[in-house]
């Protein structure tokens, strides 16, 4: 199979390996390959079907006028409505958003929930903004996309810097447009107006979930493993926690403002304390201090990077001790990181599995919705655990099969299943 040539516009405002979309295209291709992909549906899989840009201006508090950027991407919605999240971000780009929403397909694919693959984004510092700014930026965003909004065709959730407030003002802007409640345009809302139990701590959850699994599968457990953690927002902090409360000793743990190490094992539930207090981790005492450098590459077992992407790198991929590292984060690791990480025979449970945990239960929360029928807690876990240790199987059996690395495994599994449906449905001209 020849490649064709994309064009990819704003590709030179990235080094190579740090482009998010050139990151995911490389997996794909080597899975494409190994999958022996038809040359029209391996054309069809590398371009997202509707990419959106919108201005969005709003009169800040200072009576000035900004405008800011927005972006939609929906990637691939064979499977069904596209789902992913929106980020408020100054490093938010449209490579990203392509990148990230056709990483939401394959995950959504991979746990096998009925859902396509989209993301958002709006270039903005949120913690430059009052709460009125935001939601300013949030309804006009939302009133500018609205056409390809609905529990039917696309739904957001949280992502960096968005949380369920954010999710609430989308939901009431569609909401008011569409002149009835839709509670399931959304996921990730406050359980009051629709959300689902488990859903905040959901992605954690499924960190926890697979790190357990892994750890089974090298005949170890949480009991007398050391953890780092990179990033303490709802993903890192609910992991450390979780994994914590099963036995395991976080050793460090990061956020914007420090990183924190105490090879004895730091107290997570007084870090939840600060942070909840404080916003951030800075100015906790009781740990010795280290750069966010070395978070990656402490002494320990498992490492968790749970921020964005590009942290992994062919840079830092040489120093890493942990035998297995669980991507929190989407696309942490670049493609030349691979290779290094795979030659030293680091477990990689990659980002597609390792935090599909939170879109999983948005498919829970977006069932209930439109069901209007709510379950409890027990519930939601019980069926969040299943779907997981189910898509882990599935990933450890085609590495297996293909003798591949975790992560081609998990793209092969999931780009088979949107190219089934491909196929299935054939070709509308
Ligand atoms: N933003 C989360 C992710 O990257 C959740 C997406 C969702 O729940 O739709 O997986």
């Known amino acids: 199979m020849s490649e064709p040539a994309i064009i990819r516009p704003d590709k030179q405002t990235f080094l190579a390996e740090e482009n998010p979309f050139e990151a995911m295209m490389e997996r794909f291709d080597h899975a494409a390959k190994l ?48 789902k992913g999240g929106i980020r408020f971000d100054l490093n938010v780009t449209l490579e990203e958003v392509k990148a990230l929403a056709a990483w939401m397909t394959w995950k959504c694919a991979l746990v096998n929930i009925p859902f396509g693959g989209s993301k958002g984004g709006v270039v903005c510092d949120p913690s430059t903004m009052s709460m009125g700014e935001l939601e300013k930026v949030t309804r006009r965003y939302t009133s500018s996309i609205i056409e390809i909004l609905g529990p039917d065709s696309d739904v957001p959730a949280p992502d960096v810097n968005t949380n369920e407030r954010v999710m609430a003002w989308i939901m009431d802007t569609y909401s008011m447009h569409k002149r009835h409640t839709v509670t399931a345009v959304v996921t990730g809302k406050p359980v009051e107006m629709g959300g689902s139990l488990g859903r905040r701590e959901a992605t954690g959850r499924g960190c926890m979930i697979v790190t357990r699994e892994a750890l089974a599968k090298l005949g ?13 927002g709802n993903v890192g902090s609910v992991a450390a926690d979780l ?23 730091l107290d997570v539930q007084e870090l939840l304390k600060w942070v909840k207090e404080r916003r951030q981790l800075g100015g906790y005492t009781k740990a010795e201090t280290i750069s966010h450098e070395q978070v990656l590459t402490v002494d320990c077992e498992v490492l968790i990077p749970a921020a964005t992407e590009n942290v992994i790198t062919r840079k830092n991929a040489p120093h890493i001790k942990a035998k297995i590292i669980c991507e929190g984060a989407n696309g942490p690791t670049s493609a030349a990181a691979d290779k290094i990480l795979e030659d030293k025979g680091v477990f990689v449970i990659p980002d597609i599995l390792a935090n599909a945990g939170g879109v999983t239960v948005s498919y829970f929360e977006w069932v209930q919705d439109r069901g209007g029928y709510f379950w409890d807690e027990d519930t939601v876990n019980r069926r969040l655990e299943a779907i997981l240790v189910r898509s882990f199987g599935e990933v450890m059996a085609m590495a297996e099969k293909h003798k591949v690395a975790n992560r081609i495994a998990s793209y092969i599994v999931a780009v088979d299943r949107v190219a089934g449906m491909h196929r299935l449905r054939g070709m509308y001209a």
Do not use: H, W
Not at 55 to 64: A, C, F, H, T
Not at 221 to 231: D, H
Not at 244 to 264: E, F, H, R
């Open 243 to 265: 994994m914590a409360q099963a036995g395991a000793t976080i050793v460090a743990v990061s956020d914007k403002s420090t990183a924190l190490y105490n090879p004895k094992g």
């Open 35 to 82: 999958l022996n992909l038809d040359r029209g549906l391996y054309k069809v899989l590398r371009n997202p079907e509707k990419q959106i840009i919108v201005s969005i201006p709003i009169l800040r508090d200072s009576g000035e006028v900004e405008v800011f950027t927005g972006y939609r991407v929906l990637y691939n919605t064979s499977r069904g409505p596209a």
């Open 220 to 232: 170890m457990s949480f009991k007398g493993t050391r953890i780092a953690v990179q990033g303490f």
